[in-house]
C-alpha cells in the first residue's frame, strides 16, 4: 500500500493513496493547479475522492476535481454546507459500507465542528488503512488495522506554555482542544485498539506552532513500537 502526503497543515491538506489497482485521494484541500502538480498531472488515474468535512483545508479543490470527471464522495452535511450540486457527488452515511474500486470502504462519524464529518477505515487485498482527522475523539475500535493515518494536531503542556506567553489565546485553545485530535488522545486511541498487524503509522495535520514533530513521533514509536512517519518530513 502507497501513502503519499501531498499536503498536511492548516494551509492544506491532501493525500493520495494506493492498493496497486486503485488510486484514491484523502481531502483536497489545496487549490487545483497546485494538486495537479503534486499528482505529476496524473489526475485522470484518481478514481474518487474521499472528503472528511467541508473547511477548504480539506475542500478547497473538490469542484475543480469534479470538473476535471473526478467522482467526489462526502457525507449529505457536508455537501450542503458546500453548496454541491454535480453528478460527480456521491453522498455518504456514516456506517454504511461500499465498494470503491478496489477498496472497500466505511464512514464513520467523528467530532468536529462541522456537519456531520466522517473518517473513513479503507481495506483491500493490500491491507486496512484508517484515516482520521479533524476530531478531538474517536469512538470506535478497529480490528486487523494495516496502516493508520491520524491527526496528531498539538499537545496539552505546548497549548497551556502558548497560553501563558500570549502566543495564542484561550478561545483559539479551547477550539483546538474540542476540534482537533490532541497528542495524548492519539496515544490513548492507539492504546484502545489492537497494534499486532500494523505496519505504518503517519501523523498528519499537526497544528504549525502547538506541535513538536520529533518529539510526537518519538513518543508515539515509545508507545506503539511501530514505524512512525509524519508528514511534511
Known amino acids: 500500500m502507497e ?30 493547479k497546485e494538486l495537479k502538480q503534486r499528482l505529476n498531472f496524473r489526475v485522470s488515474e ?3 475522492a474521499l472528503i472528511t468535512h467541508e473547511h477548504m483545508d480539506h475542500a478547497k479543490a473538490v469542484n475543480d476535481l469534479m470538473k476535471a470527471g473526478i467522482d467526489c464522495y462526502m457525507s449529505a452535511g457536508t455537501a450542503a454546507a458546500l453548496d454541491i450540486i454535480s453528478h460527480r457527488l456521491k453522498i455518504l452515511k456514516s456506517k454504511e459500507q461500499f465498494k470503491l474500486g478496489t477498496w472497500t470502504v466505511l464512514p464513520f462519524d467523528i467530532q468536529h465542528d462541522v456537519a456531520e464529518p466522517l473518517g473513513f477505515l479503507l481495506g483491500s487485498g493490500r491491507g486496512k488503512l484508517l484515516y482520521a482527522t479533524d476530531t478531538y475523539y474517536i469512538r470506535y475500535k478497529f480490528p486487523g488495522l494495516t496502516h493508520i493515518m491520524i491527526e496528531c494536531n498539538h499537545s496539552a503542556d505546548i497549548l497551556r506554555a502558548n497560553v501563558e506567553s500570549g502566543v495564542i489565546p484561550e478561545a483559539h485553545k479551547n477550539r483546538l482542544i474540542q476540534s482537533h485530535f490532541s497528542l495524548e488522545n492519539v496515544k490513548a486511541f492507539l492504546k484502545a485498539n489492537d497494534l499486532s498487524l500494523v505496519r505504518e503509522i503517519h501523523l498528519i495535520h499537526l497544528s504549525a506552532g502547538n506541535s513538536d514533530a520529533m518529539r510526537f513521533k518519538r513518543e508515539i514509536q515509545e508507545v ?5 512517519y509524519v508528514a511534511g518530513e
Open 3 to 32: 501513502i503519499k502526503v501531498l499536503a498536511s497543515s492548516s494551509g492544506g491538506n491532501a493525500y493520495r493513496i494506493d492498493d496497486g489497482q486503485t488510486p484514491l485521494l484523502l481531502d483536497a484541500g489545496i487549490p487545483f
Open 46 to 48: 484518481i478514481v474518487g
Open 224 to 228: 506503539t513500537g511501530k514505524p512512525v
